[in-house]
């Protein structure tokens, strides 16, 4: 990333997004100067070049504790393995502990699709959101940490266009197809680019921003008993290698819930990007919309159900086609 580009405000997607580059070491040298306090504890670690960046307190408590130190190795070569970022807990003793941010770019897009720049960037900002918030687990750790994530990319890219609103499309077929509570977090996303239109997060100190993350995060993680009912409702739908024939589960299974039901949010959710294109890429799978004919009526009777829905409801705003920060 060129040093402060992202962070310029009044630019337009001409002026500098073609040439983005993340620079993990400057992105981690300013989440430390943003945030003083996981100077304390924290070491960032770039997978691809074994490049360690913290304070020297905390490089000196790992060359003093070989365990800690093989723990964090560890976790480095999970990620090289795996081509994906970590963000994890290394216990000294009982009360002392040393945060970790292991990134690697991810195999899969999240935050945008198209720019894989963007992209790191996100997952960066997303591991960076966990470390600010040690005290979170499962599933409300993972909607606060997407929630940093999504609120610096509109501080990052105010005015630009970028595909973030696949981030909220990603969640809800990752939890749909597998069944797994732990990061759906579609509906904090959702809200918080629905409020960008009227929001300015661009203004938000660093400590605002984690703080109102949290809120976010707070307010619009689902509880783990409906997080449970919601998975169970769509077990059907449950797939590893999603095709056509999975969409019309999914299909299937939201044209008969309530659209002010969250079954109805995430199921719609899900179809919308491949309904507007006609296909969809899923962790490196493509699926192709091929029988239109049946489509155009499932699309029907979902824009006439989301129609009941108020104009400014998140899942009418990210049922724009291609929608864009900052738009």
């Known amino acids: 990333m060129k040093p402060s580009a992202p962070d310029q405000p009044g630019k337009t997607a ?22 003083p306090e996981i100077a304390k504890n924290t070491v960032f670690v770039n997978a691809a070049n074994d490049d360690f960046i913290a304070s020297p307190r905390v490089m000196k408590a790992l060359d003093e504790d070989d365990d800690a130190f093989d723990e964090l190795q560890k976790t480095v070569r999970t990620a090289k393995r795996l081509k994906t970022s970590f963000s994890d807990t290394i216990h000294l003793d009982q009360k002392n502990f040393i945060k970790s941010v292991v990134f690697h770019t991810e195999k899969h897009p999240l935050y945008d699709r198209s720019n894989r720049s963007i992209d790191d960037v996100g997952t960066f900002d997303h591991e960076t959101g966990h470390v600010l918030s040690p005290e979170a687990q499962g599933t409300a750790a993972e909607n606060i940490a997407d929630a940093y994530a999504v609120i610096r990319h509109f501080q990052r890219f105010d005015g630009q266009e970028t595909d973030i609103a696949y981030a909220g499309w990603k969640r809800s077929l990752q939890f749909i197809l597998s069944g797994q509570t732990s990061h759906l977090t579609t509906f904090t996303v959702d809200k918080i680019i629905t409020d960008s239109k009227t929001a300015n997060f661009v203004s938000l100190t660093p400590a605002e921003t984690a703080a109102i993350a949290k809120d976010y995060a707070k307010t619009h993680t689902p509880d783990d008993q409906h997080l449970r009912v919601l998975a169970r409702t769509f077990r059907a739908a449950r797939d590893k290698k999603p095709t056509e024939e999975t969409l019309r589960r999914i299909a299937a299974i939201t044209l008969r819930a309530d659209p002010h039901s969250d079954i109805f949010y995430l199921g719609a959710r899900a179809l919308m990007l491949p309904m507007n294109e006609g296909k969809a890429k899923y962790e490196g799978r493509n699926i192709v919309l091929r029988d239109t004919a049946f489509w155009d009526i499932v699309k029907q009777k979902l824009d006439a159900k989301m129609a009941a829905l108020p104009a400014v409801h998140p899942l009418r705003v990210t049922a724009v086609p291609a929608a864009r920060a900052g738009g």
Do not use: S
């Open 14 to 35: 001409k002026d500098h997004l073609p040439g983005l580059r993340f620079d993990f070491a400057a992105a981690a040298r300013k989440a430390v100067k943003d945030h």
